[in-house]
């Protein structure tokens, strides 16, 4: 009885594993999700176009440092996207990753070459304590 319980536990744990791991995964090496230290190592290399597209609101509390706000609520979202280099990376990311996703969904439509999404957001970088900076004041 004991062995069957811990045969069904790793069975769980394994199924979970390849679920969490196929839900990370958009299936396009160009297109993808990047835990908190994988994402820090990315943006480090300045490469890329850094997007924070939560509201100025959450900006305010604290970002990652060198991204751009682009509040993805604004009319002018699409129009800010479409100002972008295309040919250069994109990092998104927001305060959970819904909203980044979604900008790494329409990125992908309009031809963008590489995005990468921030799994979590800005809410598992702070949880893994990576750094955050806060908007100077006047």
């Not at 069957?4 to 990370?24: P, R, T, Y």
């Not at 250069?88 to 990468?116: H, I, N, Q, W």
């Not at 598992?124 to 806060?134: F, I, L, N, S, T």
């Amino acid at each position: 009885m004991v062995r069957l319980s811990v045969a069904l536990g790793m069975l769980v744990a394994l199924v979970l594993g390849v679920v969490l791991f196929a839900a990370q995964s958009t299936g396009d090496p160009n297109y993808s999700n990047a835990d908190p230290a994988a994402f820090k190592k990315i943006v480090a290399d300045k490469q890329g176009q850094l997007l924070d597209v939560r509201t100025p609101e959450e900006y305010a509390e604290g970002f990652i440092s060198g991204a751009t706000n682009l509040n993805f609520f604004d009319e002018g979202f699409q129009t800010e996207l479409e100002k972008l280099d295309k040919s250069k990376p994109v990092y998104v990311y927001c305060r959970s990753g819904g909203r980044s996703g979604k900008t790494m969904e329409r990125l992908k439509g309009m031809g963008f070459a590489k995005v990468v999404n921030l799994a979590g957001g800005m809410i598992a970088w702070q949880k893994d304590g990576m750094p955050v900076e806060k908007p100077q004041k006047p």
